[in-house]
């Protein structure tokens, strides 16, 4: 197995299991026994309980909890609460239903995705305690930054009254700019985006543009504007730019500028996180933008979705307003399934807007996109020679950017499993624990998983003691791994999957070129090789083969790094994942059977 260097850190395992949720003992699992997986790959419904508990052990979640949601409307933004009164379902009306009748209003959906619940999210607010605390002078400016996208309606609203941008302190207090706050990414900001700058520079790293003047941009052609500028104030405008992925570029192509421990720049930045730019250099993909896969236009049967975009305040349907097409669901669904179920399960500190059902669909809903739209394996060429077993797997990248993207909690790996001719399994690549970090052959946590342990390098050939992670590791001025985005001007390695048509020589390619993969011929545009060579001698076959390409939103290596930064927040992060469960998430799977 090949390594990268050491992180300046402690090694740092985080505490074992045993506390109590609810009653509910929260003991480890044996290796292979997780409830949200197996290692055949198939998924398992996992079950949430809601609890009202501030400690986990003696673990404190309160730095964590969030008010409920307030609603807030001034001349420039409002909260959703005002779009919902008729954007959102009424039992009387037929508006914003698809052909089977299935409510589909944005609000509803909006509701329970990550974007709605975007300053609620405690892994974002674990992160943004551990930057501040590596940095404390540079507390004003980290938290400007970070709530630039996740509260777009507080920062644009403090940008156009020329005041300071908010801080995380607004997020626990009262008042309008916190109600705005705590809507996270809502209605009236996204709507509200000017047709300026998008897809360049200028708008990336959150240089959107609102001017509030209440035009809520649509796709639509001659609205129906009066009960909607006399109900709320606000002008629905005709703008073809809301279906354009410069917009969500504007949060979703981020740069980092990296600044020393005392708070000074040292120059260096890093593209933090780049969807947009990773989609367009990929011309074979230039006619899908993000808000096809993100906000589709076909109910969940794969029809088009034909209907009323709004009813009126009393729940009945406006008979001036005829069905509309083509309709796109809010969904926003990404790979997130452990966000929704640490609002499911810790609803009384989070408050979130959404019930619990919003959320098992949401949950549902990434699941579903994770092993239906997002990779396929296969296994090629599986012989026994020599007393090994040999094969390729090949992973394709069915999404539209790198697999994964965005902010680099997230990780992909190959898992295999292979058993003897009498079911007996003799080699297992890939395995988790109970709290989802990676485990070697004899089923002891790899040292990678460890907070200040090695990090693995690209591989392109796997034995018996190796597993093949697919992710981005940011590096420092020094070229050093790390977990702190304000340290970051680099990467230390990222052989994310490349999307289809990806290419390196466009003006967008070149931004986001991979790390790491230039020894591997069979790494290239959407797709990867791994050459599998498995030590069978002394077993008997016919072998099987079963294979599983995984997926970990929050990798079991950051979270251990984060909570190893010991902010409270953090800590609290670290026993809320814990006792809801880290298991990983099946994206695509494959078999084989060698004689």
């Known amino acids: 197995m090949r390594w990268l260097v050491l992180v300046g850190l402690a090694a740092c395992e985080p505490g074992a299991g045993g506390d109590t949720v609810d009653g509910a003992d929260h003991e480890h699992d044996p290796i292979g026994t997780t409830d949200t997986a197996t290692d055949t790959g198939t998924a398992t419904t996992t079950t949430t309980t809601t609890t009202t508990t501030t400690t986990i052990g003696e673990v404190d979640l309160t730095p964590l909890a969030v008010p409920p949601a307030s609603a807030a409307a001034n001349d420039r933004v409002a909260t959703h609460d005002i779009c919902a009164d008729c954007h959102q379902n009424a039992s009387s009306a037929q508006a914003m239903r698809d052909d089977a009748g299935r409510p589909v209003a944005p609000v509803e959906l909006w509701q329970s995705s990550m974007m709605a619940n975007s300053t609620r999210d405690p892994v974002w607010r674990a992160q943004v305690s551990a930057e501040v605390a590596a ?9 400007a930054k970070c709530l630039r996208c996740h509260a777009p309606l507080a920062s644009a609203d403090a940008e156009l009254q020329g005041q300071a941008a908010p801080g995380m302190d607004l997020l ?44 809520i941009y649509g796709p639509y052609q001659a609205p129906f504007s009066n009960p909607m500028v006399m109900h709320s104030g606000f002008t629905p405008t005709p703008a073809s730019h809301v279906r354009d992925g ?3 570029a504007t949060c979703h192509v981020l740069e980092g500028h990296a600044v020393a421990a005392d708070g000074a720049p040292t120059g260096g930045a890093v593209l933090e996180q780049a969807p947009w730019l990773e989609w367009a250099a990929s011309p074979t993909l230039s006619g899908t933008q993000c808000q096809a896969c993100h906000l589709p236009q076909t109910d969940e049967d794969g029809a088009p979705i034909d209907t009323r975009i709004a009813r009126n305040p009393m729940g009945m349907d406006f008979p001036p307003i005829g069905d509309r097409s083509p309709y796109g669901r809010h969904l926003l669904v990404g790979g997130n399934t452990l966000g929704p179920r640490l609002f499911s399960t810790f609803r009384s500190l989070l408050n979130p807007p959404a019930p619990d059902e919003a959320f098992a669909a949401t949950l549902d809903a990434a699941r579903d996109q994770l092993a239906t739209r997002t990779a396929s394996l296969v296994l090629d060429d599986a012989r026994v020679q020599g007393g090994h077993l040999l094969l390729d797997a090949t992973v394709a990248n069915l999404a539209g950017h790198k697999l994964p993207t965005g902010i680099p909690v997230r990780r992909i790996w190959l898992g295999l499993v292979v058993t003897d001719g009498s079911g007996a399994e003799v080699v297992r690549l890939g ?10 052959a004899d089923g002891a946590v790899l040292p990678s998983e460890l907070a200040g342990g090695p990090v693995v390098g690209h591989l392109d050939r796997v034995t018996e003691d190796d597993v093949q992670v697919w992710e981005g590791v940011l590096a420092d001025g020094d070229g050093r791994p790390t977990w702190l985005l304000m340290r970051a001007e680099g990467w230390a390695k990222d052989d994310r999957l490349l999307p289809s048509g990806f290419d390196p020589r466009s003006a967008e390619g070149a931004r986001v070129l991979p790390v790491g993969t230039s020894g591997d011929a069979d790494f290239g545009p959407g797709a990867d090789t791994v050459h599998v060579d498995l030590d069978l001698t002394g077993a008997s076959g016919p072998f099987d083969v079963r294979a599983t390409v995984w997926f970990q939103p929050l990798s079991a290596r950051w979270a251990a790094e984060l909570e190893a930064s010991g902010t409270p927040e953090a800590l609290a992060l670290g026993a809320m994942v814990r006792s809801v469960g880290n298991a990983p998430e099946v994206v695509a799977t494959a078999s084989a059977t060698v004689p």
Request: hydrophobic share 30%; proline share 2%.
């Open 246 to 248: 410069g917009l969500c």
């Open 172 to 215: 626990a207090a009262g008042g309008e700019r916190s109600d705005l706050l705590r809507d996270g990414v809502s209605c009236t900001a996204c709507h509200q985006i000017e047709d300026q700058d998008l897809g360049t520079d200028a708008g990336f790293s959150g240089g959107y543009t609102i001017a509030g003047q209440q035009r």
């Open 135 to 143: 940095t404390p002078s540079a507390r004003t400016a980290i938290e």
């Open 431 to 440: 395995g988790t624990d109970a709290e989802g970090r990676l485990v070697g």
